[in-house]
């Protein structure tokens, strides 16, 4: 969007916050870069130009304003659309992969060599990987200043910055302010308010932020899915906050997220803060809140049986997942059984096979095991169908052994073939995969019991192929009509819990 300059004005004059994250505004007689909902007077046209990431903004000479803080902006809703070689290289630098295994890293995982990845990003972003990555570190360099007590020197490393010269140069550079300028003025602005960076008391260890959505936001069957779903001992619902545990590079996490008016409130206890970025990443990827709802709404509408259900609560969100291994394995737990039953089957693998973790603010017990943990399960020990075993057992192999992957790189089209290759995988367990795990927008179930309930109900065809044919006019936003279908039913995943 950001080349079309008469709607990226127009916007920026409506100061229209549908657009933070999907195009910046950089203004060139002040040298300062902004999102277009930014409370300042606006800008005359002929001094606006626009890029299509902070990092483009950065590399162009550009620092970030201090009112409205760009770098804070909801990602771009396009990387969860599409499935093309940038979009995934988004979707991995976002998840810390530059980070952890640089440019060569990321150019193996896509298949591609580093000059074509390289060469795509900056045609498309105008940045490449390393700035990319760079302007993260920024990000999450400012979290930590401004949210934490931690010594510059341990946040220059937590960031991922490989020296305190560096840290400081690129602070100073992105927000034309020295890192400790950066603490002092967070500290009179929170003063100024009478009120901490977040609703929940200061406690050591625990990181308080805050994560920035699109409105709306519906709730209900987002924090409702992922309550009424949970696996004892790695989730739970605890005075009003959904808590996890995390297993991440460095070490491992608990997260405890809480919905608000206007943010998701985040509390993270983590072992290493070097796996901060990462863990930010997988929450707001879990709760899909760098979708569009405008958007996907405005198209589920045109449908007019569809659109009194998106009237009566818009913003429905796709429940993810932190650990798409964790969730193919727990879709095989769930087949042709109660959430109950998945949830106790999924628990006794936990109990048994899951790293032990302490959890001093709830009842979280374990991390939930790895693929690696469970390629040596003995079947006799699996309360499950003998068919269901070896469908749960050749999964776990798969991924074990690399043969079969599972996360932000992956093609979407190419993890279904190879799911639908393996014993017990049909199209209703491959589809939700890809819905919840992988991130498709597009994923549809129409086998799914509750969603055919719905479409009869609503007058909607109610086989199979049927659906599917009608269901083409709601493309590329298939699986938020899922999530309207499903509430139309009382189960406990379409609310919050008491």
């Not at 127009?10 to 409370?39: H, M």
């Not at 599409?82 to 295994?101: K, S, W, Y």
């Not at 044919?469 to 938020?480: C, Q, T």
């Amino acid at each position: 969007m950001y080349t079309d300059t008469e709607r990226c004005v127009r916007a920026v004059r409506s100061k229209d916050a549908r657009f933070d994250g999907v195009f910046f505004t950089a203004v060139l007689t002040t040298r300062i870069y902004c999102r277009p909902s930014c409370p300042v007077v606006p800008p005359k046209a002929e001094n606006m130009v626009f890029h299509p990431s902070a990092a483009s903004c950065q590399r162009a000479g550009f620092r970030a304003c201090k009112r409205c803080r760009p770098d804070t902006s909801p990602g771009s809703p396009e990387w969860n659309v599409r499935a093309d070689a940038v979009a995934r290289a988004m979707r991995l630098i976002q998840d810390g992969i530059v980070d952890r295994e640089g440019v060569p890293g990321l150019a193996a995982r896509l298949g591609y060599s580093t000059r074509q990845i390289e060469r795509q990003l900056l045609a498309e972003l105008g940045a490449g990987p390393l700035a990319l990555a760079r302007a993260q570190r920024a990000q999450t360099a400012r979290l930590l200043i401004e949210t934490t007590p931690m010594p510059m020197a341990e946040i220059a490393f937590a960031a991922g910055f490989s020296s305190i010269r560096t840290f400081n140069d690129t602070v100073r550079e992105v927000f034309a302010l020295a890192p400790g300028e950066l603490r002092a003025r967070a500290a009179r602005a929170s003063v100024a308010r009478n009120t901490a960076l977040d609703d929940a008391p200061r406690t050591p260890g625990v990181i308080t932020l805050r994560l920035p959505y699109r409105a709306p936001l519906n709730p209900s069957n987002l924090f409702g899915h992922l309550a009424a779903t949970a696996v004892p001992g790695v989730e739970e619902w605890l005075d009003g906050a959904y808590r996890r545990t995390l297993t991440l590079p460095h070490g491992h996490g608990i997260v405890a997220l809480s919905p608000r008016s206007d943010h998701i409130a985040c509390r993270l206890s983590l072992t290493d803060p070097r796996d901060l970025t990462l863990a930010i990443s997988r929450c707001r990827w879990m709760l899909d809140l760098d979708a569009d709802p405008v958007a996907v709404d405005e198209q589920l509408r045109a449908d007019p049986l569809l659109a009194p259900l998106v009237e009566r609560a818009p913003g429905r969100r796709v429940p993810r997942t932190v650990d798409a291994a964790e969730f193919a394995v727990r879709a095989v737990l769930g087949q042709q059984v109660s959430t109950a039953a998945a949830r106790t089957h999924a628990a006794r693998l936990v109990a048994a096979h899951g790293v032990p973790v302490d959890d001093p603010e709830g009842g979280l017990t374990h991390l939930f095991p790895t693929p690696e943990a469970l390629a040596g399960l003995d079947p006799d020990s699996l309360a499950l169908p003998r068919s269901r075993r070896t469908t749960l057992l050749t999964l776990v192999g798969a991924l074990a052994d690399g043969s079969l992957s599972l996360g932000p790189a992956t093609d979407w089209e190419e993890a279904r073939a190879r799911l639908l290759t393996l014993p017990g995988f049909g199209p209703w367990t491959t589809e939700v995969i890809a819905m919840r795990a992988l991130g498709d927008p597009d994923a549809f179930l129409p086998g799914d019991l509750g969603v055919r309930r719905a479409a009869e109900g609503l007058g909607l065809p109610a086989t199979p192929a049927a659906l599917t044919a009608r269901a083409a006019r709601w493309r590329p936003w298939r699986a938020y009509a899922v999530q309207y279908l499903w509430a139309t039913d009382s189960h406990p995943i379409n609310h919050l819990p008491a």
